[in-house]
């Protein structure tokens, strides 16, 4: 056995002895830091105890009930305590992917006597129901150790509308080219149904107008003026399916169709008619009562804005059915839709067969101008070849769906999508001066 030597037994004594002074003291250390973990959780409890709680908070969301697309708005976010308001009150609004907010969609609310205010302000990128449906507040305590965080629901809607500046001016422009003028008045004389006035018989005349009593009774010809008949029920269709989904330069082909749509609606209330909107896709989505006057176009646009985009095959017989249920007089239907060939559209043309035994149905299709590109391009590889065979196929199956529907007594009316609204209302017209509706 080996045996330290003396020096090396002091310096061992010696070593030892912190080690004995740090175990006499270790049990006040857990104490110590015991008592301070004690405090800091009884700071914590008090501080998120103290001060204004979720009870005494009532917080409100205002913005506009409408915006058009591409618009910006204000959203204004206010916060009340019934009993001392914080010094600090933060907020945070959810919204959906129509909207787009400028900046951040929160931040620190100005401080008011009662609590906070806040403007946030966003921009509207598609038409649609736009949703505001949750709001976060939060505020520190009085020691500033935790946050106070409530999530409260919010039930507020923005309806984004077309751009309604660019349709009033289109519609106003159309008017002014449609008003009558001397020319016109001669024109559309003796067409309408209803009596307007009498005047002197001019050459070119028809013989039917004039009034042959009342020409013997003062001695010379006098002819029957007539108007055309107002009060015709006008229902906008707008098929929100599948196809009608697709973009067309950027824009989907149902956003052009809805302001196409309240372009037409516009006119015609301008003109004394009625205007009802009807949308589907799988089903009825919107099955709106017909309006009158140029109030009634406030009404029109809301119901547009809800009509939303769908992913599900369109059922032209559930929606037409639906339709003709809902007329109780004739009616000029206006459908806004999309096909691709023969076999998708046989049922479309079974339940248009039956809708235009009563009413006058009227198909407004936007231009395919990627096939008929694909169709007359020069082919210069085997690809290309296979392309224009392809898309000259389709667009001959679309003329022979167009053709039968004509053959049903059915108007289709293909335009440009960028003249969409202008064709249709030129349409319109020409048949409401022919007296046909």
Partial sequence: MIYPSGRSVWAAALGAVPAFLVALALPSVWYLGLLW????????????????????????????PQVGIGGRFPVFISARFASGAPAKIEARLAHDT????????????????????????????????????????RWPGPFGLVWKQVALPMDN????????????????????REA??????????????????????????????????????????????????????????????????????????????VTAALLTAFVALKGGDMVGLFSFDARPRIVGKAVRGSTGFSLIQKRAAEIDYSNEETNFTLALTTLSAQLDRRSLVIIFTDFVDPISAELM???????????????????????????????EKAEDVARSVIAGGLLREREVVIAKLRRLGAHVVEADHRRLG???????????????L
Wanted: net charge neutral; proline share 4%.
């Fill in 422 to 436: 202008p064709a249709l209302v030129q349409h319109y017209l020409d048949l409401k001066q022919e007296d046909v």
């Fill in 180 to 257: 009558l003028a001397d020319g016109q008045e001669q024109r559309r004389a003796g067409q309408g149904r209803e009596f307007e006035s009498l005047k002197d018989y001019q050459p070119g005349m028809g013989r039917r107008m004039i009034d042959w009593k009342r020409s013997a009774r003062h001695g010379k010809l006098v002819a029957r003026e007539f108007r055309v008949e107002q009060n015709n029920n006008i229902v906008l269709a707008i098929d929100s399916g599948r196809l009608m989904c697709e973009p067309i330069d950027g824009v989907a082909k149902l956003d052009r169709a």
């Fill in 37 to 64: 973990i004690c405090l800091l959780l009884a700071f914590l409890l008090v501080d998120a105890t103290a001060g204004p709680g979720r009870a005494s908070l009532e917080a409100n969301l205002k913005s506009t």
């Fill in 157 to 176: 809607k923005v309806a984004i509308l077309p751009n309604i500046g660019g349709v009033r001016d289109e519609a106003i422009r159309l008017l002014q």
């Fill in 349 to 379: 043309l079974r339940t248009v067969g039956r809708l235009t035994e009563r009413h006058m149905v009227l198909f407004m299709l936007m231009k395919d101008e990627e096939l008929e590109t694909l169709s007359d391009t020069q082919p």
């Fill in 98 to 137: 129509r909207l787009e907010p400028i900046g951040e969609a929160g931040g620190t609310l100005r401080p008011t006597p009662e609590g906070g205010a806040l403007e946030l302000h966003f921009h509207a990128l598609r038409r649609g129901i736009a949703s505001l449906d949750r709001l976060w507040l």
